[in-house]
């Protein structure tokens, strides 16, 4: 899987909310200042070349829709931070989380009881 730019990134956000889109309802999604409509046009025909988006004709315009979900690019982007900034460590990166979040003891608790019902 391709990483996405923060525009790209944007574009995607929005298309995994409303599931299938025209580029005219992904630009009212935006917020201002709005890009070009042909921007965003141009940002959808990436994405399509990276495998995020496919579209369906629909007379002389064309509907896109998702085809790599908001859990599997998340699950990825997860992974690719954690092998270059944790060496691969799940526990450097959520003690890096906690100390830069300031967590107190009680949300630490509050953490491993949700990955507790996770793992199960």
Do not use: C
């Not at 890009?35 to 495998?51: C, D, H, Q, W």
């Not at 004709?57 to 829709?65: A, F, M, N, T």
């Amino acid at each position: 899987m391709k990483t996405l730019t923060r525009a790209e990134e944007q574009i995607m956000q929005i298309l995994w909310d409303l599931k299938e889109a025209y580029v005219k309802d992904i630009l009212e999604r935006m917020e201002e200042p709005k890009p070009a409509y042909n921007t965003v046009s141009t940002f959808i025909r990436i994405l399509e070349t990276k495998g995020f988006v496919k579209h369906r004709p629909i007379g002389k315009s064309h509907q896109y829709y998702p085809i790599v979900t908001k859990d599997e690019y998340r699950s990825f982007s997860i992974k690719r931070l954690l092998s270059g900034y944790f060496g691969g460590s799940f526990s450097k990166m959520a003690s890096f989380f906690a100390k830069d979040e300031k967590l107190n003891l009680n949300e630490l608790e509050r953490i491993l009881e949700e990955v507790k019902k996770d793992v199960k």
